[in-house]
C-alpha cells in the first residue's frame, strides 16, 4: 500500500511540471485564437488543483483533496465534451464567453457590487447586447447549463467518463453537499484503511484526470498556428 501511495505521489508530482511546462509553452503561442486562450487557461487550472491537491494530502487534508479532485474531473469531463462539440458546433466559441459573462453579470447583480458602484461604464449595455443574441429559451438553457446543452451527467456519458462522474465526482460531491459527523470523528485502526483506501482512489482519480487533460491540450496544442 505504502508503494502505492509513494508511485502516485511521484506521478502527481511529474503531472504538476508537466503542466507548468505546457502552460508556458501555450503562453508563448501568438495565435491567441479562442482555443489557444481555453486550452491555456485548462492547463493552469489543471496544475494548480494538481498542486493544490499534492499540497492538502502532503499535509492529512484528504476530504479538502477530494472536493478538489471533483472539481479536475468535472474540469477533464467539460474539456472532453467542448472537443466534441466543436466538431459539431462551431457557435460553440460564441456561447462560452457569452455564457461566462452572463454568470458574472449574476454573481455581481446578487453581490451589488459589494456595495460601491460598478466599475464599469457600459457593463449593463454590454450584458443586453449578449442577450439580444439569444431566444428566451436559448437564455434558459444557458442559465441552467452554461455554454453546454447537457447536464454534466450526460456529458459524462457521451464522452466515455460515467465510471469516473460515478466512481469518483458523485463520491467527493458528498464533501460538498452533506456532513458525514462519523467520517470524521472515527478513529482507530479500521478508520486508518478507510482512510488510506480513500487515498488511493483520490490519487488515482487525480493522476488520470491529469494525464488525460495534458495530452489532450498537448494534442490541441500540435494543431495551433
Same mark, same amino acid.
Given at each position: 500500500?505504502?508503494?502505492?501511495?509513494?508511485? %502516485?505521489?511521484?506521478?502527481?508530482?511529474?503531472?504538476?511540471?508537466?503542466?507548468?511546462?505546457?502552460?508556458?509553452?501555450?503562453?508563448?503561442?501568438?495565435?491567441?485564437?479562442?482555443?489557444?486562450?481555453?486550452?491555456?487557461?485548462?492547463?493552469?487550472?489543471?496544475?494548480?488543483?494538481?498542486?493544490?491537491?499534492?499540497?492538502?494530502?502532503?499535509?492529512?487534508?484528504?476530504?479538502?483533496?477530494?472536493?478538489?479532485?471533483?472539481?479536475?474531473?468535472?474540469?477533464?469531463?467539460?474539456?472532453?465534451?467542448?472537443?466534441?462539440?466543436?466538431?459539431?458546433?462551431?457557435?460553440?466559441?460564441?456561447?462560452?464567453?457569452?455564457?461566462?459573462?452572463?454568470?458574472?453579470?449574476?454573481?455581481?447583480?446578487?453581490?451589488?457590487?459589494?456595495?460601491?458602484?460598478?466599475?464599469?461604464?457600459?457593463?449593463?449595455?454590454?450584458?443586453?447586447?449578449?442577450?439580444?443574441?439569444?431566444?428566451?429559451?436559448?437564455?434558459?438553457?444557458?442559465?441552467?447549463?452554461?455554454?453546454?446543452?447537457?447536464?454534466?451527467?450526460?456529458?459524462?456519458?457521451?464522452?466515455?467518463?460515467?465510471?469516473?462522474?460515478?466512481?469518483?465526482?458523485?463520491?467527493?460531491?458528498?464533501?460538498?453537499?452533506?456532513?458525514?459527523?462519523?467520517?470524521?470523528?472515527?478513529?482507530?485502526?479500521?478508520?486508518?484503511?478507510?482512510?488510506?483506501?480513500?487515498?488511493?482512489?483520490?490519487?488515482?482519480?487525480? %493522476?488520470?484526470?491529469?494525464?488525460?487533460?495534458?495530452?489532450?491540450?498537448?494534442?490541441?496544442?500540435?494543431?495551433?498556428?
Amino acid at each position: 500500500m505504502r508503494k502505492d501511495f509513494n508511485k %502516485n505521489i511521484r506521478s502527481l508530482k511529474k503531472l504538476i511540471t508537466s503542466g507548468v511546462k505546457l502552460s508556458s509553452a501555450l503562453q508563448k503561442i501568438e495565435s491567441q485564437s479562442f482555443l489557444d486562450l481555453y486550452t491555456y487557461s485548462v492547463v493552469l487550472k489543471t496544475t494548480n488543483l494538481l498542486y493544490s491537491i499534492n499540497l492538502l494530502i502532503s499535509v492529512g487534508q484528504i476530504l479538502p483533496a477530494q472536493i478538489l479532485a471533483r472539481v479536475l474531473i468535472e474540469t477533464k469531463i467539460n474539456l472532453d465534451y467542448l472537443i466534441l462539440l466543436l466538431a459539431e458546433d462551431s457557435k460553440v466559441t460564441e456561447r462560452i464567453p457569452d455564457a461566462a459573462m452572463l454568470h458574472k453579470n449574476k454573481l455581481v447583480m446578487a453581490a451589488g457590487w459589494g456595495g460601491h458602484k460598478s466599475p464599469f461604464k457600459n457593463w449593463n449595455k454590454i450584458i443586453e447586447e449578449i442577450k439580444s443574441k439569444y431566444s428566451k429559451e436559448e437564455l434558459k438553457k444557458i442559465k441552467k447549463l452554461g455554454y453546454f446543452d447537457c447536464d454534466l451527467e450526460k456529458r459524462a456519458k457521451k464522452t466515455k467518463n460515467a465510471e469516473l462522474y460515478n466512481h469518483g465526482y458523485r463520491q467527493y460531491s458528498q464533501n460538498i453537499h452533506n456532513f458525514d459527523m462519523h467520517e470524521i470523528l472515527e478513529e482507530g485502526e479500521n478508520n486508518y484503511y478507510y482512510q488510506a483506501s480513500r487515498l488511493g482512489a483520490l490519487l488515482e482519480a487525480a %493522476n488520470k484526470c491529469g494525464k488525460a487533460i495534458l495530452a489532450t491540450a498537448k494534442e490541441v496544442k500540435k494543431n495551433l498556428p
